[in-house]
């Protein structure tokens, strides 16, 4: 069973510029999340996807990041200015279920790592 | 209070030691919890749910406390390729959501 895949691996900009990134979940899998991570913490939830609805997206900075997941499937994750503090990994995870009570088993890509100059 | 604290380490010990992180939450309506471990630079792998009943995969034995709000791994006779982070997960909020600990970085040396 191939994993979730994301591209890029690597990203270097520049302030105030634009950047975007994707992932493709496992498939089947019905629900969708962006994470955040900072050198040296956890991964830190921006936005999660049931299907192609926003279920929580309570710690998504809505004034320059933007996430969409269409058709249900992939997603794309968009910072837009990029500023030096969002330099990070941007891992996409995905699980099976919905989680209606228990949260079901989350499974990671690779990650994205960005540099903001 | 942060919802999920660990202790950050490093833990270092010697090929074959035993070892014990703790990892406490914040909210006492948490019903899910995980450890997953990350190597340097790579992305997170679910090691183990946490059951109230406790629950041990050969080496690694993960146990809930739930008066003291607390779930912890142990790792007996610990390898050199048990080095890396241990993250620990619990669902805060809505049912799905995890919130990450910082991690607690374990070395495991010759």
């Known amino acids: 069973e191939a994993g979730v895949a994301q591209s890029p691996r690597y990203k270097i900009i520049e302030k105030r510029q634009s950047v975007a990134f994707w992932c493709n979940p496992i498939?089947?899998?019905?629900?969708l999340y962006w994470y955040q991570q900072i050198l040296g913490q956890g991964p830190k939830l921006l936005i999660q996807?049931?299907?192609?609805?926003?279920?929580?997206d309570s710690q998504l900075p809505k004034d320059r990041f933007s996430a969409e997941r269409l058709k249900g499937v992939d997603s794309t994750l968009k910072i837009q200015p990029a500023k030096l503090e969002d330099s990070a990994v941007y891992l996409c995870?995905?699980?099976?279920?919905?989680?209606?009570?228990?949260?079901?088993?989350?499974?990671f890509g690779p990650g994205t790592r960005l540099t903001v100059l | 209070r942060k919802e999920v604290e660990q202790d950050p380490g490093p833990f270092n010990v010697p090929e074959g030691a035993t070892v014990a992180f703790n990892c406490t939450y914040s909210n006492s309506a948490s019903q899910s919890f995980f450890w997953y471990r990350q190597d340097c630079r790579k992305e997170p792998k679910l090691l183990m749910s946490?059951?109230?009943s406790g629950n041990e995969d050969g080496r690694f034995t993960a146990q809930l406390n739930r008066a003291s709000q607390y779930i912890s791994l142990l790792i007996r006779d610990s390898k050199l390729s048990d080095s890396a982070t241990y993250l620990c997960?619990?669902?805060?909020?809505?049912?799905?959501?995890?919130?990450f600990g910082t991690g607690t970085r374990l070395q495991v040396t010759l």
């Open positions: 996807f049931q299907n192609n609805g926003v279920v929580d």
């Open positions: 498939s089947g899998h019905a629900t």
């Open positions: 946490v059951y109230s």
């Open positions: 997960a619990v669902n805060t909020g809505t049912a799905s959501k995890l919130t």
């Open positions: 995870a995905s699980s099976p279920r919905p989680g209606l009570v228990f949260v079901d088993t989350q499974y």
